[in-house]
C-alpha cells in the first residue's frame, strides 16, 4: 500500500484529523524551511491540540443552551457605576466554580444581570467547565413536568454532572407551592456540589415572593448565601434603555 495512504488510515484510526488535514502542508513548509522531525511533530500536535480544544468548547456552548451569546468584553460597566469589574473580572477566572460557590447578582430589571450572568458562563465555557443556563420559570416548568412523569431524580442528577448552572430570573414570576418546593429541592441538590448564578430582582428580605412558605425562602437563603459572591447592582438607568438610546444615536449619525 502506497505510504500516504498507510499513514491517513493509521491517523484516522488514531483520530487525529488534524494531523491528516495538515500533515502534507507542514510537511512542505518544514523541509522550505530546514526544520527537524521534532519540529514538524511539534506543530501537527499543537495543531491537533488547538483543535481539538476549539472543538470541546464549541460542544460545551452549545450543550449550555445559552439563549445569546454574551461577553463579558461587550459589557459597559460605566452604565453601572456601583459595579466593581475588578471583582466580576477576577470571579471570571473561576475561582469560585471550583469551590462551588454561588453567585447572586440583585438589581432591579433593566441592570444588565443577566448580561453578566451569560458573560460570566461563557468565559467558565472557555475554561471547559460543564455549564447549564435556565430561565428559573421555565427550569420549574420542567421540573414540575419532570415530577408529573416521575423524573425529577433523573433531572437532579444530569444537573449534578454540570460544574456551573445559571439560574435567571429568579423570582420575576411567583411559583406555585409546589414549584418553589421543587426549586428548594434543585437548589439543596446542587449545594456545595454545584456552582450556581443567580440573578434576581428580589432583594433578600423580598424573597417570600418566590415563595409563600417562610421557612422554606429562610432554608433557600440560607443554602444559597452561605459562602456566596454577592453582586449588588444599584438603581441606575436602565443598562438596556442606554443601549438602545446608544444604537438609535450611531443609526442616527450613521444616517
Known sequence: MDANLLLESYLKELRLPAFLRHYRKFGEDAAQAGLGYDRYLLALAEQESAQRKNNRQVRLIKAAHFPVLKELADFDFACVPSLNKQRVLELAQGAYIRQAEPLLM??????????????????????DYKVRFYNAAALVNELLQAEDEHRVPKLLNGALRQQLIVLDELGFIPFSTTGAHLIFQFCSALYQRVSLIITTNLRFADWTQVSKDERLTAALLDRLTHKAHILELSDTESYRFRERLQRERHDAAMS
Not at 443577566?114 to 475554561?127: D, K, R, S, V
Open 106 to 127: 440583585v438589581g432591579n430589571p433593566g441592570l444588565g444581570k443577566t448580561h453578566l450572568a451569560l458573560g460570566l458562563a461563557l468565559a467558565a465555557c472557555h475554561q
